[in-house]
């Protein structure tokens, strides 16, 4: 064990997100696991949607921690497989990575705001600006327990886009019915974007 890892156990209880052993992040395997191609995952027609994992097994615990957590030492890993999305999508120089907003109430209550963090980690990497282009106008139901039709219907006019924007590429976490995808790339449509696709680092493709 590295002394840092056997620190982070000893000190702090950390775990590897995806195994449980005792490290700082990812242990070599799960890790290895990770470092997959990026897949489509569609949801929403005619947006272009590229993960760069499925959400199960490694990352369903991997990124509540980070965000709801405040495991903030996850944060290089997932931004780095965030990037690995947003390359797929093979965006320009200049293109603006948008990601999706969280309501304000959530930002307020984890004392961070995870999307955008993990956008300007992405866009570290790729040599790409983040912009919070983004912002909801109302704050829509709770989507947990929500089927396909229902959470459409819950964000449907919950975003608006504030530019002046070029091509961009909206980015998330997780996508699972697409509905959060649907309402931002509606939003920067209508604002004048030119939306590009949509990448996320895990699929929680319901239906697998």
């Known amino acids: 064990m590295r002394i840092i890892d056997a ?40 947006l272009r949607i590229v993960a760069a994992n499925n959400y199960r ?8 921690r980070y965000k709801d957590d405040g495991a903030l030492h996850l944060e290089r890993a997932l931004g780095l497989r965030l990037a690995v999305a947003v390359a797929a999508l093979d965006p320009p ?42 912002v909801r106008r109302r704050h829509g139901a709770d989507q947990q327990g929500l089927g396909a039709a229902a959470r459409s219907a819950n964000l449907a006019g919950v975003m608006r886009a504030r530019g002046p924007l070029g091509k961009v590429v909206i980015v998330d976490d997780v996508v699972t019915t697409g509905s959060s995808l649907q309402e931002a790339w509606r939003a920067l449509s209508e604002g004048g974007a030119e939306v590009l696709g949509a990448a996320v680092i895990g699929d929680a493709d319901t239906s697998l």
């Open 93 to 134: 120089a200049g293109t603006l990575l948008v990601p999706v907003p969280s309501k304000p109430s959530a930002v307020r209550a984890r004392g961070f705001d995870h999307g955008a963090r993990l956008a300007e980690r992405a866009g570290r990497v790729l040599g790409l600006r983040r912009r919070r282009a983004l």
């Open 7 to 46: 620190l982070a156990d000893l000190l702090l209880g950390a775990q590897c997100p995806g195994c449980d052993v005792a490290r700082w992040g990812f242990c070599p395997g799960c890790w290895a696991g990770l470092d997959a191609p990026p897949a489509p995952a569609p949801r929403v027609s005619g």
């Open 57 to 64: 097994p490694l990352l369903s615990s991997a990124i509540p």
